[in-house]
């Protein structure tokens, strides 16, 4: 534990409720490893106390604070200026408080490439992806693909709208092409057939008992399969996918690797990646370690 004093520099996560982030166990390891005087400390913020508690920030001098649910999209309208992955995505998961102004940044998109880029996965420039999901997770890996010059990406979801939505307001702003399908189609399995990527960014798979959200008779070995979902090592999805000969990245990745990206643009220090990792890893599965 950090020993408080006067000098503490305090960073920290917002959202309603808080309670359940790890955020807090992975930042003070690394910060306690690298023997820093900082603080990351969980804040509750309800929704109509947004902007008071973003003004409350400023006059504390609190370095910068993450944002979760139900916060993300919301806090963009309070922001003086927003990088352009958050402009893009629609959201941030990073604010940066300097000067009496507020930044947003998202952190998401890089933090999900450098996860794939750890497993030794290169981005398939040029093929296909197959994206489940159309809320706020989606969004950023949506947003990182097309940024990273894929050809074509897939989008299904429960609520089909909500793809239209996204694939309304994405496609302008790259060269891939990004297509909606119905989770229970024809057309969904023929991308998945061919896909270089699979991501699922729902919350499908949380718990052991869900059931899975796609038919994956067509899934081939070739296609690497990636689960944003990190309540579980290895979730249905992953666990069907390994055993089908593909590639699979779990959700921990991106976890500590947004995490470690907006931890560098808050301190100006590289933390250790792994050190995030295994606090994360302890406070997430305590009993499978
Ligand atoms: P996040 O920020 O984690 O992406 P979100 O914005 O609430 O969270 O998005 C959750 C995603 O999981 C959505 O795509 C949601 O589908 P809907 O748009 O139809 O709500 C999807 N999801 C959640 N529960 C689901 C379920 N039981 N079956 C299918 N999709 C589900």
């Excluded at 950023?140 to 097309?146: G, M």
């Excluded at 996204?166 to 302008?172: F, Q, R, S, T, V």
């Excluded at 990245?249 to 990792?277: C, D, S, Y």
Aim: net charge negative; proline share 4%.
């Amino acid at each position: 534990m950090t020993k408080i004093s006067g000098h503490t520099k305090i960073v920290g996560i917002i959202g309603d409720p808080v309670q359940h982030s790890r955020s807090p166990q992975m930042h003070n390891a690394a910060i306690a490893e690298r023997k820093l005087d900082y603080i990351y400390v969980p804040f509750h913020v309800r929704s109509g106390e947004l902007r008071e508690a973003i003004e409350g920030f400023k006059a504390l001098n609190v370095l910068g604070v993450n944002v979760t649910i139900p916060h993300k999209r919301a806090v963009m309208s309070i922001l003086d200026d927003a990088s352009r992955e958050a402009t893009l995505i629609g959201a941030a998961n990073t604010l940066i408080f300097c000067d009496g102004k507020v930044y947003g940044d998202n952190t998401d998109a890089q933090g999900f490439l450098q996860a794939m880029a750890e497993e030794g996965i290169d981005v398939p420039v040029g093929g296909s992806a197959v994206v489940l999901g159309a809320g706020g997770a989606a969004r950023a890996v949506v947003v990182a693909l097309a940024l990273s010059g894929l050809n074509l990406i897939t989008i299904a979801n429960r609520t089909e709208w909500k793809a239209n939505q996204l694939e309304k307001e994405l496609a302008p702003t790259s060269e891939t092409a990004i297509s909606v399908v119905d989770l229970a189609s024809s057309q969904l399995n023929a991308a998945i057939h061919s896909a270089d990527l699979l991501v699922n960014t729902t919350s499908v798979g949380m718990k052991d008992t869900d059931q899975l959200l796609i038919d994956l008779d067509s899934l081939s070995p070739d296609t690497t399969v990636y689960e944003i979902v990190y309540t579980s090592p290895e979730t249905p999805l992953l666990r069907i996918a390994r055993e089908k000969g593909c590639q699979t990245i779990g959700g921990i990745g991106m976890l500590v690797h947004q995490g470690a990206i907006a931890f560098e643009k808050w301190i100006g220090i590289v933390p250790n990646v792994e050190t995030m990792r295994i606090a994360l890893e302890q406070a997430l599965y305590p009993k499978e370690l």
